[in-house]
């Protein structure tokens, strides 16, 4: 194997929206790729920022945020809410899409995406240039459409899409492998 260094590039990461309000009560928009699922009981998600994003302090300020998970149709959109800075530009009026205040949380989600978390912070902690910002999941909204029989999203009507640190490149999730939990605990495979 050839050595990279020590740089983060485990793949694929998660393209997620996050949703905030400002100080003024403006909804803003931001792409996290640092994030991801922390804990199950309390149901919880992380994202991890840098001070310098807009976002950051309004998560300090109204300890909420939602996680807008975004179909493969809206990645253009996607790309320039992570590019441009909610302190210059409002987002949600340049994309077209829509904020909706959440009725649990301090924070606006996005009309448009069909999976949501409402998410309040209960811990923050520094590490080197990101802030790690715990929420935990006070409620999953989704599209109807994209809800199974389990009562769970759907992945192929959701039709998220993931991130490529290292290339700098979005990717499509693709093709069912199988259902998970299946071997008991027993391999039978080749």
């Keep these: 194997m050839k050595s990279l260094g020590a740089r983060v590039l485990a793949i694929p990461t998660p393209v997620w929206v996050v949703g905030t309000y400002d100080k003024e009560g403006k909804p803003n928009v931001m792409t996290a790729a640092w994030g991801g699922v922390c804990c199950s009981r309390p149901p ?3 994202v991890s920022l840098r001070k310098a994003t807009y976002s950051y302090g309004n ?3 109204r300890q909420a ?3 807008n ?3 493969e149709e809206d990645v253009a959109k996607v790309d320039f809410i992570g590019t441009a800075s909610g302190r210059d530009v409002d987002k949600f009026a340049i994309t077209g899409l829509t904020p909706v205040r959440s009725g649990l949380v301090d924070a606006p989600y996005v009309a448009e995406f069909p999976l ?3 998410c309040r912070v209960i811990h923050s902690l520094e590490i080197g240039l990101h802030t790690q910002f715990i929420g935990e999941i ?4 989704a599209e109807e459409s994209a809800v199974t029989d389990r009562n769970a999203p759907d992945i192929g009507v959701v039709n998220p899409f993931v991130y490529s640190p290292g290339n700098r ?4 999730i693709g093709r069912s492998l199988g259902l998970a939990h299946t071997s008991r605990g027993e391999y039978s495979g080749t």
């Design 44 to 46: 919880c998600v992380h």
């Design 59 to 61: 998560i300090v300020e």
């Design 65 to 67: 945020f939602t996680v």
């Design 69 to 71: 998970i975004p179909g």
């Design 116 to 118: 949501v978390l409402e």
């Design 138 to 141: 006070l409620d999953v909204k």
């Design 169 to 172: 490149a979005y990717h499509a």
